[in-house]
């Protein structure tokens, strides 16, 4: 992880502008600190991180959750761990799927949306538990983009 930069409040505003966007949500990034790697993930940390001297860091391999990634199309691929955190709120481009283990082993499955855009980022929910992003695709189909190191054997 390669930290390109630090957003300030301005640049965390917008990229809350692109969650409300896409998911209709009132999630504040600006509680944390945003990271930016080069290869545009971002990664959240406490705020109390200001009080640590990462001078004297010489190789970090991670610093904080990774939050997703963006897109260039002002579009946000969740991880796991954000679309928990952004699920909890979020009014659009949810689906509802009822084959968990399907989906956890990497397959595609259908999903029941409502106010949904097709070709989107979608986050996939199971009851009450979120399981990470999909992308929407024709017939309510969720093209899983769970990675292979999360996945079930």
């Given at each position: 992880m390669q930290i390109k930069k630090i957003l300030n409040s301005k640049e965390a505003r917008e990229v809350e502008r692109i969650l409300e966007e896409n998911y209709a949500c009132n999630f504040r990034l600006r509680d944390f600190i945003v990271?930016?790697?080069a290869d545009d993930k971002l990664w959240l940390c406490s705020r109390s991180l200001?009080?640590?001297d990462l001078k004297n860091l010489k190789r970090v391999n991670a610093i904080g959750l990774y939050f997703g990634k963006l897109k260039r199309n002002?579009?946000?691929?969740l991880s796991i761990e954000g679309s928990m955190l952004v699920g909890s709120t979020a009014k659009k481009n949810v689906a509802i799927i009822e084959d968990v283990e399907d989906y956890m082993r990497g397959k595609d499955v259908l999903a029941?949306?409502?106010n949904?855009?097709?070709?989107?980022f979608v986050i996939v929910?199971?009851?009450?538990?979120?399981l990470g992003s999909g992308v929407l695709r024709e017939g309510g189909r969720i093209e899983n983009i769970l990675p292979k190191s999360?996945?079930?054997v």
């Open positions: 990271l930016l790697t200001a009080t640590i002002r579009k946000i691929q029941e949306c409502k949904c855009e097709k070709d989107n929910k199971y009851k009450k538990d979120f999360r996945r079930m």
